[in-house]
């Protein structure tokens, strides 16, 4: 019986940080990949990635959603990208923020017009063209099976953003039709399945969906990536030939308002010149110092 009992408030204990405390711990998760040819006048150009917003009380409150976007534009960033899933559905336990609140607390990440977005599957089960025009309203660009040069430093930066794949409205042939030859390309979806089919034009592929699993466990880790890519592609920066893949855990939560073992959490990309001896542009750069790769954000 005392045993049981220890069991029983165990469980009780990691339900209570699952629901309470680990949504709200965000975290910073830093990553510096090379970036050939380098044109740009800088040491590096920084993406911010924030991704499945997921807007309903208690988690993913108006107020909550304008202090991490405070946070996310305390990192300086050249470049916002927005991987979809801005509204709430399918999720127990929760109230949906109607979206054009959810948008009004996003409209800072659109100065200087560097805020891009594509639109996910929970955004299609709210109103796919509700939740683009709130976007738009509020100055960030949704891509939808496009092409659009960011210019930094004056040079562009190929952006490319597919529909949500998952609702099968993604066309990667018309997004990267406009593709400059030689020119390589950011390419931005929800789902980050589309890896799979990108031309090696396209260096580096930026999703989210998975949550990286929002629940995982010690040894063993997501007990479920909703994406038939390995399941250790399903969170974090992978390189395979010289082509980057970054799947974020994003800031909020679906199916249940819970976490566990995997954290809210900003990405910050910083795209570096890739060195001389690194042609393929293959190692990652080391952060650099007095910068930590991680760090803590906010805590409940």
């Not at 045993?3 to 510096?32: D, F, I, K, N, T």
């Not at 399903?234 to 082509?243: S, V």
């Amino acid at each position: 019986m005392p045993l049981m009992a220890a069991a029983g408030a165990l469980a009780v204990g990691l339900g209570a940080y699952a629901l309470a405390v680990e949504p709200r711990r965000l975290q910073l998760h830093r990553h510096r990949i090379p970036w050939r040819p380098w044109r740009f006048s800088g040491t590096s150009l920084r993406i911010l990635v924030l991704s499945d917003i997921h807007a309903a009380w208690p988690h993913m409150t108006p107020k909550r959603i304008a202090r991490i976007v405070e946070r996310s534009l305390a990192l300086a960033p050249d470049l916002v990208l927005l991987p979809g899933d801005f509204a709430c559905t399918d999720t127990v336990g929760v109230r949906p923020v109607a979206i054009e609140e959810a948008a009004a607390a996003l409209r800072p990440l659109a100065r200087e017009g560097r805020a891009f977005a594509v639109l996910g599957n929970h955004d299609w089960d709210y109103d796919g063209e509700r939740v683009a025009a709130a976007l738009e309203g509020v100055g960030i660009r949704v891509l939808r099976n496009e092409l659009e040069p960011v210019f930094l430093d004056g040079r562009p930066l190929w952006l490319a953003g597919v529909d949500d794949p998952v609702t099968e409205r993604h066309d990667l042939e018309a997004a990267l039709a406009e593709l400059p030859e030689g020119e390589p390309a950011v390419l931005l979806s929800h789902m980050p399945d589309v890896h799979r089919e990108v031309p090696p034009a396209v260096r580096l592929v930026v999703a989210g969906h998975t949550h990286g699993g929002q629940v995982c466990l010690p040894g063993f880790g997501p007990l479920v990536t909703l994406s038939r890519l390995p399941r250790a592609q399903a969170y974090g920066l992978h390189e395979t030939d010289a082509r980057h893949l970054f799947v974020t855990a994003g800031v909020g939560t679906t199916g249940l308002p819970i976490r566990f073992a995997r954290p809210p959490e900003i990405g910050l990309l910083e795209l570096v010149p890739a060195g001389i001896d690194d042609p393929a542009g293959r190692v990652l750069a080391a952060p650099a110092a007095g910068e930590p790769a991680d760090a803590l954000l906010e805590e409940a």
